[in-house]
């Protein structure tokens, strides 16, 4: 019987043993003890978790996850102003819309009933002095809209590429559908203006003289009882003349005017 009984070798459990950490190859036990008072303790590496069922290592979560908020409140916040942009813009679209549909707002209309030349004269200086009394028609085809003439009008006569004279329009109010006759004293002065002065001679001769008449006029515009911005109505006439003869009524062959408005 004793001979047929067996001894088996108990195999110890490693897992079960407590793990005991590893200390530096050359390092006393006294110098561990003597490193576990310091204040200060390094660590290479996060502790390990090991699974008691794979035995599988495991790394813990950090224990301050990162803070989100601050972008979170970036977001909401940009969010908010563009969705403000966009609602204002609709807004504006909406109101622009709705005050087209109501008024109607037309572009007053200019045209050039007459043309009289007081004087053109090349003096002794070769210098080219000219004034020009010049009727304008101004209408304006909105039924409720009225319309402030500014100060800083700028109306000019040119031939070919040379501003022969100026003026400006007076300041006054018109009302609705409302047709203004104007009466404006355009002046200049060239130096050096006998090749000019050739030029006019020779194109007189030929009973067609082409002159531009540009229009620089600040505006208002008035809706019911609000005034609102200034704006600006640019234009040019071309106009076509049979003569330039001082102190005669110049006849206006053709006559062609554009305008638009600028902001």
């Not at 088996?8 to 006294?30: C, F, K």
């Not at 590429?161 to 329009?169: D, N, W, Y």
């Not at 001769?205 to 008035?222: A, E, H, M, N, Y």
Request: with cysteine; proline share 6%.
């Amino acid at each position: 019987m004793a001979d047929n009984q067996k001894i088996h070798p108990i195999v110890a459990d490693v897992e079960a043993q407590p793990t005991r950490p590893l200390m530096a190859h050359g390092l006393s036990s006294s110098n561990s003890e003597m490193g576990k008072g310091n204040s200060v303790q390094r660590h290479s590496h996060p502790p390990v978790i090991r699974s008691t069922t794979n035995n599988i290592p495991v790394l813990p979560y950090p224990s301050n996850p990162p803070k989100k908020g601050s972008s979170s409140c970036f977001c909401k916040c940009m969010c908010w102003t563009i969705s403000l942009l966009i609602l204002l813009l609709i807004s504006l679209a909406v109101t622009g819309v709705t005050i087209y549909l109501v008024f109607n707002p037309k572009i007053p209309q200019y045209s050039v009933e007459s043309l009289k030349i007081s004087d053109l004269t090349l003096n002794f200086d070769m210098s080219l002095y000219a004034r020009f009394d010049v009727k304008i028609t101004a209408s304006n085809p909105n039924q409720k809209i009225g319309i402030y003439y500014e100060k800083g009008s700028r109306l000019s006569v040119w031939y070919s590429s040379t501003k022969l004279c100026q003026g400006s329009i007076p300041r006054f109010y018109q009302g609705h559908q409302n047709t203004t006759k104007l009466d404006v004293v355009l002046t200049g002065q060239n130096q050096y203006a006998s090749a000019l002065m050739s030029a006019l001679q020779e194109q007189q001769q030929t009973g067609r003289i082409p002159l531009d008449l540009k229009l620089d006029v600040p505006v208002s515009i008035k809706l019911g009882k609000l005034k609102l911005r200034k704006v600006r109505i640019m234009g040019t006439c071309l106009l076509i003349v049979d003569s330039l003869s001082a102190n005669n009524l110049i006849s206006i062959k053709a006559s062609t005017c554009k305008f638009r408005p600028k902001l």
